[in-house]
């Protein structure tokens, strides 16, 4: 390894697209993202805007200082961005852009970036404040196998992240088409009679689909609903915030997720602290089979399925929990629909903080079905959840082993042989 500055290895990029319109990406930076499609500005005008190639990366010089750097993978269509952000691009030869990508993320670039702004009222940091960064590089075939390791753990993670997606939607497409839509009393209703049909084709067993189909009414009845059926809501299903820690009751030592720690069905991380240490709003006691929804700003999707026990959560969560562990899928599916999150924040008030009382959450309206019906709908979605669940459970260990690997091999400190057992062990 050499000790270089970035100067050496990289070079500011300051071609303009040109002309008033464009009809490809245009991008905006994001501290979570990076490049993301979502712009928080767009101008009518967009000949002076810069454009960005694979390979490059890009930010705005008054929000680097807080990890905020965008970067163009392979496969992702080239695009353009603000005339006021600075996009550069690595050497070819001599530094992979891959690798620095993965540099930007290790210690040593975000202490650097957080003591090098200049300025009173904001920091910035162009490029030429960026070209003297100094960091230790090694050589290109080190570069390219320590990013094929790291990409591979990222790789991995992705993919379980579609997985995840699709298992979610699929659950959700089954919810939806039972108790929204009612699709298999209406197939029933309009004279189908092959079992599989009816169910929607989302079982392909036909002595399973069977069974299924009969649960279902042939015909609606007076109120719009299945015959038989009538208006409900969760409360069949499932409690309200039932356990809480006391000072008695409390462990030594909890582990804490808060709502901004849970982003769509993800509890994207949790924080251990000492029950004297922990915030005061940290009672809820949450349990496998839990469904959890903040109250506040629901719209923003803050809410997650609970795959284990031995979390605490934040006092700002509905707790909901199922009366019986057959129910965990449809309590979950019912509380997490888009339709149910859109009511929600609909019912949501306040000033700066709008929110629901928990009480709202647990009304969230479904029609009232016999039991059998929920352990039908268990039977179909239960696999799925617990696949999500590994998922998730998988994943946390690649980010573990990846956010061990990462500062090793940017520093040089673990041998490639090394780096390639410790990926062999986590996959």
């Known amino acids: 390894m050499r000790e270089v500055v970035l100067g050496e290895v990289a070079q500011e990029e300051k071609r303009r697209h040109g002309s008033v319109a464009y009809e490809g990406a245009?991008?905006?930076?994001?501290?979570?993202?990076?490049?993301?499609?979502?712009?928080?500005?767009?101008?009518?005008?967009?000949?002076?805007?810069?454009?960005?190639?694979?390979?490059?990366?890009?930010?705005?010089?008054?929000?680097?200082?807080?990890?905020?750097?965008?970067?163009?993978?392979?496969?992702r269509p080239e695009g353009?961005?603000?005339?006021?952000?600075?996009?550069?691009?690595?050497?070819?030869?001599?530094?992979?852009?891959?690798?620095?990508?993965?540099?930007?993320?290790?210690?040593?670039?975000?202490?650097?970036?957080?003591?090098?702004?200049?300025?009173?009222?904001?920091e910035r940091i162009y490029f030429s404040k960026l070209a003297t960064y100094r960091f230790m590089l090694p050589s290109l075939s080190y570069q390219e196998q320590a990013v094929c390791i790291l990409s591979a753990l990222d790789d991995k993670i992705e993919l379980n992240r579609q997985m995840n997606e699709t298992l979610e939607a699929m659950a959700q497409?089954?919810?939806?088409?039972?108790?929204?839509d009612f699709g298999p009393t209406r197939r029933r209703q309009q004279g189908v009679t092959d079992f599989i049909e009816i169910m929607g084709g989302l079982v392909t067993d036909a002595e399973r689909a069977q069974r299924l189909?009969?649960?279902?009414?042939?015909?609606?009845?007076?109120?719009?609903?299945?015959?038989?059926?009538?208006?409900?809501?969760?409360?069949?299903?499932?409690g309200l915030n039932i356990e809480s820690w006391g000072a008695r009751t409390a462990p030594s030592e909890i582990k804490y997720v808060d709502l901004s720690n849970t982003k769509w069905g993800a509890i994207e991380s949790t924080t251990l602290f000492t029950?004297?240490?922990?915030?005061?709003?940290?009672?809820?006691?949450?349990?496998?089979?839990?469904?959890?929804?903040?109250?506040?700003?629901?719209?923003?999707?803050s809410y997650a399925y609970i795959g284990s026990d031995g979390l605490t959560g934040s006092t700002g969560f509905a707790v909901l929990r199922p009366t019986r562990r057959e129910h965990s899928e449809i309590v979950y599916c019912a509380a997490t629909s888009r339709d149910n999150i859109e009511r929600l924040e609909k019912l949501a008030d306040g000033?700066?903080?709008?929110?629901?009382?928990?009480?709202?959450?647990?009304?969230?309206?479904m029609p009232a079905i016999p039991p059998k019906m929920a352990d039908g709908f268990s039977s179909i979605t239960a696999p799925m959840i617990a696949k999500i669940e590994h998922n998730k459970r998988e994943s946390h260990t690649l980010v573990a082993t990846r956010d061990l690997l990462l500062p090793k091999l940017m520093s040089g400190e673990i041998r490639l042989q090394e780096a390639d057992e410790v990926l062999d062990a986590a996959q």
């Open 26 to 75: 245009v991008f905006g930076v994001d501290k979570a993202s990076g490049l993301t499609a979502e712009p928080r500005y767009q101008s009518k005008d967009l000949s002076r805007y810069k454009l960005v190639g694979t390979g490059m990366f890009a930010y705005n010089p008054m929000r680097l200082n807080i990890g905020s750097i965008g970067f163009l993978f392979q496969g």
């Open 275 to 301: 029950w004297t240490e922990a915030p005061s709003r940290a009672r809820r006691v949450l349990r496998e089979g839990d469904t959890i929804v903040g109250t506040v700003r629901p719209g923003n999707g």
């Open 351 to 365: 000033g700066a903080y709008p929110a629901v009382r928990p009480d709202v959450i647990l009304a969230t309206p």
């Open 80 to 122: 353009i961005v603000s005339p006021d952000y600075v996009v550069f691009s690595c050497t070819q030869g001599l530094l992979v852009p891959d690798y620095f990508y993965y540099h930007t993320k290790s210690d040593v670039w975000r202490n650097w970036i957080e003591s090098a702004g200049e300025g009173s009222v904001r």
């Open 213 to 238: 189909a009969d649960l279902f009414p042939a015909k609606f009845g007076e109120n719009g609903l299945p015959e038989g059926w009538r208006e409900g809501d969760l409360s069949q299903f499932a």
């Open 173 to 180: 497409a089954i919810f939806r088409d039972w108790f929204v």
